[in-house]
C-alpha cells in the first residue's frame, strides 16, 4: 500500500469518537479509516493520568502496527493527558481534538465569552481553557461538567422533553455569564447539538471539535501531500478491545452509516504491543 493509501488511524476510550470519525469521512470521503475503541477500559476520564497513558500507548501501537500514516485521538481525556506523550512515541503524525476545537472557538468568539461542557474529567483538566487562553489571553473561559448527556446520547434522545430540562439544569449558569461560542468538549455531545442548540439559541455558536480537528486532519495532509488519490473505494474498519452491548446499533447512530468490519480484539495482543 502506497503512503497516500494508509488509512487514517482514530481510538478513543469507547464509542463516542466514532462522532470525529463521522467528521473524517465527511470531510474526506476518499480516506481509508481504521478505528479503535478501548471499550475494555472505558471511561478515561476517571482513570489516573499515568493510567490513560498506558492505555495510550497500547492504542498507538496496535495503530502502527495496522500502518496508519497518522493518529487522530478521538477523546478529550487522552488528548488533554496524553497527546505530548504520544507524540514522543509515534512514528507518524498525532493529532487530539483540543487544539483544534479551541482554535474553533477563538476563531468565532466575538465577545471573548466562551464556554466549555464536557465530561468532569476533561473539566477537571482544564486543557481547553489553558489552551483558549494560551491563544487568546483576554478571553473569558467558563466550563461546566455534564456527565448525564453522555447517557441521552447513547440512548437518541435528541428531542425527548428530559434531554432539554437537564440541558437548562447544566447551562443556564453558562449562559448567564453572556458566553457567544460553546465547545461541545466531550465526543458524545454533538449527537445532541440540536437539543443543546434549542437551549443556547441563534446568540451561541456550538463548537464541534471532531469537525475542527477533521478539517485540521485535512489541512495537515494536504501539507504533506498525503491525501489519498486513489479511485478505489475506501475501507472502514472497526476494532474493540471489548464488545459492549449495544455498540453496533449505537455506534451507527454516532457515525451516521452502517459499520460492516467490527472486530474484537484481545487484550493480550494489546499488551503485547511495544
Not at 466514532?18 to 465527511?26: D, G, K, N, Q, Y
Request: proline residues 5%; charged residues 20%.
Amino acid at each position: 500500500m502506497n503512503e497516500k493509501s494508509k488509512p487514517i488511524g482514530l481510538f478513543d476510550s469507547g464509542i463516542g469518537g466514532l462522532t470525529v470519525a463521522r467528521r473524517v469521512m465527511e470531510i474526506m470521503p476518499q480516506e481509508n479509516t481504521l478505528y479503535f475503541g478501548d471499550s475494555a477500559h472505558v471511561p478515561y476520564g476517571s482513570k489516573s493520568t499515568e493510567t490513560v497513558r498506558h492505555y495510550t500507548k497500547q492504542a498507538v501501537g496496535f495503530l502502527e502496527k495496522k500502518d496508519v500514516k497518522l493518529i487522530i485521538i478521538a477523546c478529550n481525556t487522552a488528548s488533554a493527558v496524553a497527546l505530548e506523550y504520544a507524540s514522543s512515541i509515534a512514528s507518524v503524525p498525532v493529532i487530539g481534538v483540543i487544539e483544534p476545537g479551541a482554535l474553533g472557538a477563538v476563531a468565532a468568539t466575538t465577545s471573548q465569552r466562551i464556554g466549555v461542557i464536557g465530561t468532569e474529567g476533561t473539566v477537571r483538566s482544564e486543557a481547553y481553557k489553558d489552551a483558549i487562553t494560551e491563544m487568546n489571553t483576554g478571553a473569558t473561559v467558563t466550563s461546566m461538567a455534564c456527565p448525564l448527556l453522555v447517557g441521552f446520547s447513547e440512548e437518541g434522545l435528541v428531542d425527548h422533553p428530559a434531554t432539554d430540562l437537564i440541558i437548562h439544569d447544566y447551562l443556564d449558569p453558562l449562559l448567564a455569564q453572556s458566553i457567544d461560542t460553546m465547545i461541545m468538549g466531550c465526543t458524545h455531545y454533538p449527537i445532541l447539538e440540536p437539543a443543546l442548540a434549542r437551549v443556547t439559541g441563534d446568540s451561541v455558536q456550538l463548537i464541534d471539535p471532531g469537525r475542527e480537528t477533521a478539517q485540521f486532519v485535512f489541512d495537515t495532509l494536504c501539507s504533506q501531500d498525503l491525501l489519498n488519490d486513489s479511485e478505489t473505494p475506501p475501507f472502514h474498519l472497526y476494532f474493540l478491545s471489548d464488545f459492549p452491548h449495544k455498540f453496533v446499533e449505537v455506534g451507527e447512530r454516532f457515525l451516521g452509516r452502517k459499520m460492516s468490519h467490527v472486530e474484537k480484539i484481545s487484550l493480550e495482543s494489546l499488551r503485547e504491543v511495544k
